[in-house]
């Protein structure tokens, strides 16, 4: 145990000061060297980020990119209902969405969809026992584990997309430009794409930062489904 205990102290560097870890660390890890990984010794923390990322690329960017989309829609349109019955109830579920952590949907999600209907399995990103290939059977079981966790992130992402069109729309509304529309007698349906071609453009730069936030912030997302991704490590 004792040689067990040197070599691992040798290995982290555990056994020199702090500030020399530090130190050592930030210089390797511009070598893009990030040492060994402690939970899973003796795999280096670079393989492992190799290994896992795809599986949270895979899951984040097509909900994020969905969400956006779909909330970018749907702001418009609340927005060019101002002060009606439907603006007020797109309006609240938005904020409900968008004040929610994708971690809690994904625990309701669980409960109603896994455990009380069971329709799709509770975790994991593949069933027990199989292995991950390119197949038929594969994909099918692969998006039946991908679908809840899927839907957590998409739910969360589209309240965000949803009330910041919504904000940009509103401005956008009161410009010469969409009142020059308007007394032209452009229908409502050509009005709407304008509005969206125009107010789309800050959401098309936030949307690369937004993508790069998300992979970080479905780590926990990862955990309550066991998603083999980023969570995992």
Known sequence: LKSVEK?????????????????????????????????????????????????????????????????????????MNRGKFIDKVVLTILILFQGTPSYIFGMYLIMLFAVYFPIFPTGGGYPPGMVPRLSIDFILAYLKHYTLPFIAIFITSLGGWG????????????????????????????????????????QVVGLAIVLGWSVAGSVITEIVFSYPGIGLI
């Open 163 to 202: 009330l910041s069109m919504r904000s940009i729309a509103l401005q956008e509304i009161a410009s010469d430009y969409m009142e020059y529309l308007r007394v032209m007698g452009v229908s409502q349906r050509r009005v709407s794409r304008y509005l969206f071609k125009c107010s789309a453009l800050p």
């Open 7 to 79: 070599m691992l102290l040798e290995v982290f560097e555990f056994h020199k000061p702090l500030h020399i870890q530090f130190i050592n660390f930030i210089i390797n890890m511009f070598r893009g060297n990030l040492g060994m990984s402690v939970l899973f010794y003796p795999s280096k923390v670079t393989s492992l980020i190799a290994t896992y990322l795809p599986w949270t690329l895979a899951l984040v960017t097509p909900a994020v990119a969905l969400a956006w989309f779909v909330g970018n829609t749907i702001g418009v349109m609340s927005a």
